[in-house]
């Protein structure tokens, strides 16, 4: 009998590894059938390995690091807290903005039990969930009206196809936006029912082209913010403040995209131009729409502002239903809002205000802090402290550069690349970015809590 065979006939059975007692200790901990499948991979890649001329141990005491490895893949939660290293403060394929300790602590308690989402407490008859955020929304922005749905995109959708189903919208050529994952505003107009009126071209479009196409097919005047891109040089825009006035004289309303949707004074920061939410009501717009996780710094979720005789029938839209957000959404979106009502408050507890406005001085800091960790952790590894630019992400002011610091790796032997990948499906996981075949590790977007246990991923990655 030949090597393979008899490493084939000493592989042990399913039911033998099964006995074992690392399998017996798995099997309190998970569900059976996780346990088996581990078992079975396990077994199924020793049975190739040795056909393929390899020589395996093959002891059932030998199987349990691969069991256990294959046995971690298939009970890890697909979706896992990653490290974020790029820079990009709101990175959309990350999760976007990362939640408030206030809106983590309202998500558990509303979570862990039962919460008056739809029960009215003072009258003892059913509520309505938007009702949880209104006032505040209304508070902090000054909107007669206001209302939640599960995205900025379903905002947009339920207002265009309430109030312009079968009527012509009119919206310039130059803000026919296209949003993440390719969803496209003549799209999602379309979708709605609405009717698009294409006016002005790319880079210039003037109020007389928007009083060009008004007609009794008209149904509403639209805005969208290029909240995701800009067009300099030989360009023109309407003002909010002028669409709004050519509204009034021909008795239509305006809705306005704002994609973003700005509360806090960004100014500090050299190229931020986003205009704020209540600046914007206070010129006239009858609806006004943006997201919840991007520069407002909490949870997924669109918000719609203005007219409350709008809003209510936008609210009472059959559609509405299928847009709507869950309790932990408004937990969240509730906890992040109230921030708000001190502008101080919201700097210091929302991470994605204090990761845009934190000072050069204080990441240069941070990245010197990482570098000492990993010269500790990893001697292998070449060490060095450079100044980048970040970026804020998530169509959100768009050609903003803001003054970073990275810490760049560069290992014997090991790409920068092949370090990303490893660093990428390791414990954490870590992305960062690469450049001149270097890693950097941009610290704007790592928490301080977060720098040890990045360091010691970097030394887990160098090791494999």
């Known amino acids: 009998m030949n090597t393979k065979e008899q490493l084939l006939r ?71 807290p990653v490290i974020n290293a790029t820079g990009v403060v709101l990175h959309t394929n990350l999760g976007r903005a990362p939640l408030s300790e206030r809106a983590l602590r309202a998500v558990l308690e509303v979570s862990r039990g039962y919460s008056n989402l739809e029960f009215n407490l003072a009258e003892g008859r059913r509520g309505r969930r938007f009702e949880h955020v209104q006032e505040l929304l209304r508070e902090i922005t000054g909107a007669e009206g206001a209302t939640v749905f599960n995205n900025n995109a379903a905002a947009v959708f339920l207002a265009l196809n309430t109030l312009a189903s079968g009527r012509q919208v009119v919206l310039s050529r130059g803000e026919l936006v296209e949003i993440g994952g390719s969803f496209r505003i003549p799209e999602v107009m379309a979708k709605s029912g609405a009717v698009l009126k294409e006016v002005g071209t790319t880079n210039r479009t003037r109020l007389s082209d928007y009083e060009g196409a008004i007609s009794t097919e008209t ?19 309407v003002e909010v403040a002028q669409l709004v006035a050519l509204a009034r004289r021909y008795g239509l309303r305006v809705m306005y995209d704002l994609g973003s949707g700005c509360l806090a004074e960004l100014a500090v920061l050299a190229g931020a131009d986003e205009p704020l939410v209540p600046q914007v009501l206070k010129e006239g717009v009858d609806l006004l729409s943006f997201s919840g996780d991007k520069l407002l710094g909490g949870p997924q979720a669109g918000i719609l502002l203005g007219d409350a005789e709008l809003i209510g029938r936008i609210n009472q839209n059959p559609l509405a239903r299928a847009m709507r957000v869950d309790k932990m959404t408004l937990a969240a979106l509730e906890a992040t809002l109230y921030a708000y009502a001190d502008p101080e408050l919201a700097r210091k507890e929302l991470p994605t205000l204090r990761m845009l406005l934190a000072r050069p001085e204080s990441l240069r800091q941070k990245a010197r802090r990482l570098a000492a960790l990993l010269r500790r952790y990893s001697k292998e590894v070449q060490v060095r402290v450079t100044e980048d630019f970040s970026e804020a992400g998530g169509g959100s002011l768009p050609g903003l550069r803001l003054l970073s610091y990275s810490v760049a790796l560069r290992c014997p032997g090991l790409s920068a690349q092949k370090l990303q990948e490893r660093l990428r499906v390791g414990e954490p996981p870590v992305v960062g970015k690469i450049r001149d075949d270097m890693l950097l590790l941009d610290v704007r977007t790592v928490a301080a809590e977060q720098l040890r246990p990045l360091a010691q991923a970097v030394k887990a990655a160098v090791a494999r």
């Not at 190739?48 to 030998?62: F, H, M, N, W, Y």
């Not at 149904?219 to 825009?237: P, Q, W």
């Open 219 to 237: 149904a509403l005047l639209m805005k969208v913010h290029r909240s995701n891109y800009r067009i300099v040089g030989f360009t023109e825009e």
């Open 10 to 80: 000493a592989l042990p059975s399913v039911d033998e590894v099964l006995r074992s007692q690392y399998c017996q200790g798995w099997l309190r901990e998970h569900p059976r059938r996780f346990v088996l499948k581990a078992v079975r991979q396990t077994l199924q890649a020793l049975r190739k390995d040795i056909l393929a001329g390899g020589r395996p141990q093959v002891e059932p005491s030998a199987l349990k690091g691969p069991i256990e490895q294959a046995l971690r893949r298939l009970t890890s939660p697909s979706l896992r």
